[in-house]
């Protein structure tokens, strides 16, 4: 099939509800052409150092989304966010019931939040300028 959407590589969705939004591959084990992705649905807010810890807290917050995308519908990227437990997290079963689905969106709500937090990856935490 298609050799470049490789797992872990970043895309930018391009129609839908969250088109323009960045994602991160999480696995294309679908027999069709459609891959799961985890995307920044609400990205962080600018934090400045006169800032309290309170308030950079509550600004440093990620919403994600999940969601099966076809391939048609997503461009890749040359940037790669390799997280080990975001491909045990999306899987074919994360879709069966709304209850996993969302036990899913919180791993990878504190997944994302870990790695902004760090410092890592900014450019995938940046909303798109367009």
């Known amino acids: 099939m298609v050799k470049f ?11 839908g509800r969250h088109a323009g939004k960045k994602a991160v591959i ?7 052409g459609h891959a799961i ?14 800032m309290g810890k309170k308030r ?4 440093s917050k990620v919403k994600p989304f999940i ?9 890749p990227t040359r940037y790669g966010l390799e997280l080990e437990t975001l491909k ?7 879709f069966k019931e709304p209850s996993q689905r969302e036990e899913a969106k919180k791993a990878i709500k504190k997944l994302f939040e870990e790695r902004y ?14």
């Open 5 to 15: 959407l490789k797992s872990g590589k970043v895309a930018v969705i391009l129609n």
């Open 26 to 32: 999480g696995s294309k084990e679908r027999g069709y």
């Open 37 to 50: 992705v985890a995307g920044v649905e609400r990205y962080p807010l600018k934090i400045t150092k006169n």
């Open 56 to 59: 950079v807290a509550k600004r």
């Open 67 to 75: 969601k099966v995308v076809n391939y048609n519908h997503l461009m």
């Open 88 to 94: 045990s997290v999306l899987t074919v079963d994360s």
């Open 117 to 130: 937090n760090s410092g890592k990856n900014k450019w995938f935490f940046t909303k798109l300028r367009f």
